[in-house]
């Protein structure tokens, strides 16, 4: 699976977006963009994932660009429970595993 | 469903002892896995199985740990026997069709063990 590159800490004012990029200029055609979340001393727990196109649920959005090189998580308004580590995951279809990377610590502030 | 349940939340052991975690996952879930969390390694995938056959091991450290599915709704993680640098949380996580499906791991709140 191809290599991910996230910055390690970005703080976000609370109500604002949060924008979390994230790297993986080795990426193949088909192989997924997988985030999920930690918050302190929990499971990590999915947030969404992307093959090509853009992405929204009701937890965030994912933009990938259009040479899938980059993607950033979109928190459109975050919040004091969205402090957490995200990490982001490439993947392919075809494998069974998910390997975590060391992720950004996204703390929010009032 | 109530999620992903492992057990113990807390363990606390003596070095040399023997460790057993648990783990009982989404009832449907085909696939299985076992992370371990520490500060220095983070989030290490150590083993998985599919329909309860252990298909990847190449993560579990040495021999002192082993794992085992005897059925669709129970795994364990055995440490034996336990060194200090065993302690880390110990996460179980379950999944629905990771191949072709939408690769979504279900995780439960984990077992921090402590080995003194």
């Known amino acids: 699976d191809a290599k991910t590159t996230q910055p390690p800490s970005m703080d976000c004012a609370e109500g604002r977006a949060a924008n979390l990029p994230c790297n993986h200029s080795?990426?193949?055609?088909?192989?997924?963009v997988y985030w999920y979340r930690q918050i302190h001393s929990q499971g990590p727990q999915y947030i969404i994932h992307g093959l090509k196109n853009n992405e929204t649920n009701e937890m965030a959005s994912l933009i990938i660009t259009e040479d899938r090189k980059s993607s950033t998580l979109i928190l459109p308004h975050a919040t004091l429970r969205d402090t957490a580590v995200y990490y982001c995951i490439v993947r392919v279809a075809s494998t069974d595993k998910l390997i975590f990377g060391t992720g950004t610590r996204l703390q929010v502030f009032p | 469903d109530a999620g992903v349940i492992q057990s113990p939340r807390h363990e606390v052991t003596e070095m040399g002892q023997e460790v057993t975690l648990r783990c009982k996952p989404i009832s449907g879930h085909d696939y299985l896995f076992w992370y371990r969390q520490t500060m220095m390694r983070g989030l290490e995938l150590l083993i998985y199985?599919?329909?309860?056959?252990?298909?990847?091991d190449s993560g579990m450290p040495e021999d002192r740990f082993s794992a085992k599915m005897p059925n669709a709704s129970f795994s364990t993680l055995k440490i034996q026997p336990s060194e200090p640098r065993d302690s880390a949380v110990y996460f179980c996580?379950?999944?629905?069709?990771?191949?072709?499906?939408?690769?979504?791991?279900?995780f439960g709140e984990g077992s921090r063990l402590t080995v003194l």
């Open positions: 199985f599919n329909n309860n056959v252990p298909i990847d």
């Open positions: 080795t990426i193949s055609g088909n192989e997924y």
């Open positions: 996580a379950s999944s629905f069709q990771m191949t072709g499906g939408t690769g979504e791991l279900f």
